[in-house]
């Protein structure tokens, strides 16, 4: 989840680096995360804001007992529901949940950039989110396959 956090709108390359010094500095529980103050993430990397973010989610997992157990036995629906309950967990954030660390096969985030332009190669134009969602309905139930392929598609 937090992974998913410090790929937040930036590049791979950059959420990658911020991943590896938060590793090497940190050990990456809810309960080290919680213990571990602001200006020391701001020093690996993240945001004010992000900070703020890694606590928030650190919190919500303790405070709620989450874990993959706990998400692994909901629907796509209601992690996304559960999860954007979270202050700094959005959408597109629920969603990289669902496809990286669950493993869920009928994900298709039409929130997230690399997607929009992976339709822009495919289909020659740009599209609205409404009618990307309507052709990936003929993706289903492996939408998540028809992600990952859209952003191959671009690189």
Known sequence: ?????????????????????????????????????????????????????????????????YSREHFEAESDAAVIDELTQIKGVGTWTAKMQL????????????????????????YGEDLERSRMAELAERWRPYRSYATLYLWHAVD
Request: aromatic share 4%.
């Open 1 to 65: 989840m937090i992974v998913s956090v410090l790929r937040q709108q930036v590049s791979m390359a950059s959420a990658e680096a911020t991943r590896e010094r938060l590793e090497d500095t940190v050990e990456v529980t809810p309960e080290a995360l919680l213990d571990t103050d602001r200006s020391t993430l701001r020093e690996v990397g993240l945001s004010g804001q992000k900070a703020t973010y890694v606590h928030n989610i650190a919190e919500a997992f303790l405070e709620r007992g």
């Open 99 to 122: 496809l990286f660390s669950l493993g869920r096969p009928d994900v298709f985030p039409v929130e997230d950039l690399g997607v929009r332009k992976g339709m822009r190669v495919v």
